[in-house]
């Protein structure tokens, strides 16, 4: 198996653990189990985004997009950007509730975007 293809389904399922940890820990708030923050499963989804943002580094040299990203990963990036922002303010309790609900569904909103243009990888003008 080429590296390329190892690097893109580790990046992929990392991808996909990191917002199955993401709704984990809303749905342990929404259910009044705070307790998860003196648990693993508050430095858990660190590492795992850790390892999403090199694989991604690797792939970005692997596939040649280092030097000349398209316009879809320009994108895709920015919308990774504004995930992790709202995503503070999902979890959080020191925002209101309101605020991290909206928060919540704005993440899942720009990560279904991300998604879409990873696999779709359309050309943006």
Partial sequence: MSSYL??????????YLTIVLFALRLLLDAVGRPGWRQTPLRWIPH?????????AIVLLFVAGYASDMPAWLIAKIVLLIGYIAVGVFAIKPAF??????????????????????????????
Avoid at 103 to 112: G, H, I, K, P
């Fill in 47 to 55: 590492a795992n985004d850790t390892i999403l943002l090199v694989s």
């Fill in 96 to 125: 209101g509730k309101p605020v991290r609900i909206a928060a919540a569904v704005v993440a899942f909103v720009l990560y279904t975007g991300i998604l879409h243009l990873a696999m779709a990888k359309p050309i943006l003008g």
């Fill in 6 to 15: 190892i690097f893109k389904h580790l990046h992929m399922t990392v991808a």
